[in-house]
């Protein structure tokens, strides 16, 4: 295999993997995915632990057009130049999915897109050649060589954060999930991510005490709109703790364990209470603090720089490693681009990001440019053009703020961009352009989610940016710098297509053209 030089190398057969060499076979390019495991979706047989998927499955949603409905479903992955999708709603009725349905789901679509994946094949070396700057990937006894590599293996390792005693704890990878093993049992939950609260979640009716400790406050899905933070399906442990039934949320750090004949004995330094440390025993202390990129395949001449207490690879707006060229990343580790604020991590969100990639890629190594369609540069035309999109895109959606339409203005005509990266617009600004997202207003975070009172704002006209849930923005920059922003007014069921949001974005566009 040697021998043979692939346009791309995708490692990793997970569902950005897949849908990225669906995507690349399909523009023609030669490539071939890397997979450790014998079937996609190889990470999926593990995690999550406890088995069901929080990632939603509304498979009724009364609409008629596949690009809405895909708002609601976030576990199918897209395909280029398919009239029939494969689409995981079909495999599941649940809300909540079991695992098993998505790895039954992700092996139909490889094999009905035929995606080239060597299963059964686990990268243990990746280096660069000096003269070609060919990536060379080892497997086992084999070489694989390609110009450009893409990284879709997700994040593969345990982050563990560093305190004495942190070995003798046990760690969600590989702690039982079966309840009974914790009867009566006293245990600490580290973490305050949804793994640490689906571990908690699980022990709440066999523990005697559940503590969930971690440094920051718990943030609630509901408020801050990041589907990443604690979601109602794991909150079980919430509703104890606020009603004393005593298991417990613990501020602080964790300053060292110890264990002996009594079980485990953890020095917590509470955050709220400056800093008041105090030694808490328990029977059992299970880590849940996330998962890291693995950078140590690399040679250190072509290792990625990593950011985020080092857990990802750093990336520019094309999802290229900032320190080496033709390295690309693909899936939930793009989620360094939109940390914690939109939708990267999860396949709702990087399913556009890998579409989105795939054009980036033929834009910069095969001379086709970003996909276009021309309209008068005239009030009425871009108006019509924008509500048309508005109301039907799934991406601009699920990937609130990051990713944006883009309307280039160039004399009498203009250029409409779907589904680009917003800090990909502004790297290289072009001289007249509007970008349109879809986002929460200003501060969006700090308003009560059920006060219903703060969301007047609905269907008036609105200059101002008061919206505080999801709506259209347009915002105009000239030469990269940003000149005017037009909100288009909140609408309870997300259709903006009413005189109230028609008649002010066209007085917008007039007034700026």
Request: aromatic share 10%; proline share 5%; hydrophobic share 40%.
């Amino acid at each position: 295999m040697a021998e043979e030089v692939l346009d791309y190398l995708v490692v990793g057969a997970g569902p950005a993997g897949v849908q990225l060499g669906q995507f690349l076979g399909h523009a023609g390019h030669r490539y071939l995915v890397l997979e450790a495991g014998s079937a996609p979706g190889h990470f999926f047989e593990t995690f999550p632990r406890h088995r069901t998927l929080i990632s939603i499955n509304k498979k009724h949603t009364g609409y008629s057009d596949p690009e809405l409905r895909m708002r609601m479903d976030w576990n199918s992955i897209l395909a280029d130049g398919d009239d029939d999708p494969v689409l995981f709603t079909d495999y599941s009725e649940k809300l909540f999915p079991d695992a098993p349905d998505f790895l039954r789901y992700i092996a139909d679509y490889a094999a009905k897109h035929q995606v080239n994946v060597r299963y059964d094949t686990r990268v243990t070396r990746i280096r660069r050649e000096t003269e070609s700057a060919l990536f060379v990937l080892t497997a086992g006894d084999e070489e694989f060589k390609a110009r450009r590599l893409i990284m879709a293996t997700g994040v593969t390792k345990p982050y563990i954060p560093q305190f004495p005693g942190i070995e003798l704890i046990d760690q969600y990878v590989d702690v039982s999930v079966d309840p009974a093993d914790f009867t009566d049992q006293r245990v600490l939950v580290l973490g305050k991510g949804n793994s640490a609260f689906e571990t908690a979640d699980n022990l709440i009716e066999q523990a005697a005490v559940v503590h969930v400790g971690g440094p920051r406050p718990v943030k609630l899905a509901w408020r801050t709109h990041f589907v990443g933070h604690l979601r109602a399906y794991n909150a079980g442990i919430l509703d104890m703790y606020q009603l004393k039934l005593q298991h417990a949320i613990l501020d602080g750090d964790v300053r060292e364990v110890r264990k002996d004949a009594d079980g485990y004995h953890v020095k917590f330094a509470f955050a709220r209470a400056d800093e008041v440390i105090k030694e808490i025993r328990y029977d059992r202390v299970i880590g849940c603090t996330g998962f890291r990129f693995d950078a140590e395949l690399f040679d250190e001449d072509c290792r990625p720089e990593l950011t985020i207490d080092d857990r990802f690879p750093a990336q520019t707006p094309d999802w290229e490693s900032v320190n080496v060229p033709g390295l690309y990343f693909a899936g939930t580790i793009t989620q360094v681009r939109d940390f914690k604020k939109a939708t990267s991590a999860f396949i709702h969100g990087f399913r556009y990001g890998a579409r989105a990639l795939a054009k980036v890629l033929n834009e910069r190594h095969h001379g086709k440019p970003w996909p276009n369609t021309e309209l008068p540069a005239k009030p009425d035309a871009l108006t019509d053009a924008v509500i048309t999109r508005i109301n039907r895109t799934s991406a601009l959606y699920q990937q609130f703020g990051f990713l944006g339409d883009v309307v280039v203005v160039d004399g009498d005509t203009a250029r409409y961009l779907e589904e680009v990266p917003v800090d990909r617009v502004l790297a290289d600004p072009p001289e007249d352009a509007y970008v349109v997202t879809l986002d929460y207003g200003p501060d969006h975070d700090k308003i009560d989610p059920f006060d219903f009172v703060a969301r007047a704002a609905q269907d008036k006209a609105n200059d101002h940016g008061e919206g505080h849930y999801l709506h259209p923005i347009v915002r105009h920059y000239r030469r990269g710098e940003l000149v005017a922003t037009h909100h288009v007014t909140e609408n309870l069921e997300n259709e903006w297509d009413k005189e109230v949001h028609v008649e002010p974005l066209t007085a917008f566009f007039t007034r700026e053209m």
